[in-house]
């Protein structure tokens, strides 16, 4: 047998589909997923809104497996490269009707007119179909997460909301619940071949191992590879740019990369793990940052998206990133032959710039556990609550001492080319009482500290306002609380 594969095999509904690329000089290893539906005869019910995750009228559904059962996933099929369904079950709106009569989800949409143009609507059936799956009787703030990544321009979400609520409130079940056994079987025979996936085109080069020493391995033999975990900000590059990726190397299959593991000290998140599996591992565990993730991108968004991607791609407004310097994380990177830690503060060098090297991969962050009586909050200022990204991002982290700053972070995203702490402020503050006045004279300090773009998102001045008023919305949510 070979050493690595050339096809990638996942199911089209119950329909084994295996791709060997270089039989079918139509499609790249970065045809999209949407796009190769659309090409299919009989698929045009996936739409092309925006091409860059924001409208959701591309929403399909995905089934994987994850602890012996399946998980079903809405996701962005715009986004999302065709060797990342490797291994999955694919889902769209033509699956959902058994023949004889509407899915549950569909016929809800019916009875409670939630179409007008329809353009949007298989979109919006497949999120409220990803509902289903996922939740029984969900209350209105989980249907409208379900919906936050669709846009309806004319029917208005009022009925589509009351569709989500009538066809949650029944027994869950539908046809993928009874061929659920096969599917398991199928996906697991798929998955049960670790071998390293190598698609090789005339122009494209396109690395999927299935281990982190496979993975590795092929940093340090194509370190010119561009990464991909989630690809939710690699994809713009070719959806938005229209840039040929030569040569990627996708992480998205390696279950080493995707746990979290919680230790006395510390959390132990790998970098694979989804934005929306931490979001729910964090509401228990962190709640600053569960905050700051119910508000990040949209479900599609964060099903695919990961926490190394967001740290990987050092944006000054990735949205993680301002609380994992308030909680001094560090980042575990590896090679083949070695591996280091560093602070998340080191890591980043300038605008989108990082000291990772040619040879090596995040693998993890590691986060402490605050301690009982340290306060952390995180804070996202953006033109919308939803699937908008930040104008200003804030990680605080502020421990007192019979009334004085003992220790304290104030980490901003979108006030300077990386997330940056307020150094001035945060020393002038470090044994001072934790009182107005003392806030109120930081604040000032605060004003001169950075020197924020202005941009279409926002001018100068208004950013540095809503810093310092973070600054003050902090003091007062802690003295709400006993620290
Ligand atoms: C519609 C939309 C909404 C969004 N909303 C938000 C939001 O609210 N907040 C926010 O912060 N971001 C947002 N983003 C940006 C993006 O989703 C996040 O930055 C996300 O976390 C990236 O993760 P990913 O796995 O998709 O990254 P990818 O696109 O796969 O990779 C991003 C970068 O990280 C590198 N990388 C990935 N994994 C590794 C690794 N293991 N080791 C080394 N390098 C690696 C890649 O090479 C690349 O440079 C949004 C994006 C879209 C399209
Ligand atoms: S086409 Fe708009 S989210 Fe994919
Ligand atoms: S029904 Fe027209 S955009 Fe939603």
Redesign the pocket.
Known sequence: METTRKDIQFLLNDRLISIDFQEHPGLKPTTTVLNYLRALPGFKGVKEGCA???CGACTVVTAEIAEGRLVYKTIDSC?VFLPMLHGKQLLTVEHLADGNSLHPVQQAMLEHNGSQCGYCTPGVVMSLFGLYKNSHNPSRPVINDALTGNLCRCTGYRPIADAAADCCSGNGKDQFTSAEQMTLEVLGKIQSDRRQIEITTDRQLYLKPMTLSDALSARLRVPEA???????????RQTKKKELLTALLD?SSIEE?CTIIADEHQYWIG??VT?EQLRKFSHDHLPALAQMLS????LQ?RN???????V??A?P????LPLLFACRASLRLQSASVERTIAISDFITGYRTTC?KNDE???GIVLPKPADDVFIRSYKVSKRKD?D??TVSAGFMLKLNQGRVADLVLAFGGMAATTACASETEAFLRGKPWDEPTVAKAMEILENEFRPLSDARAGATYRTLVSKNLLMKFYVESTAQEV
């Open positions: 860059e995750g924001d986004l561009v990464i991909i975990s989630g690809s939710t900000d690699v994809a713009l992480l990369l970098a694979g934005i508000v990040f991108g949209s968004i695919l998206a990961t926490i190394g991607g967001n990987g791609s944006s407004i990735g949205d993680v990772l991969l995040i693998t699937l990204i930040s």
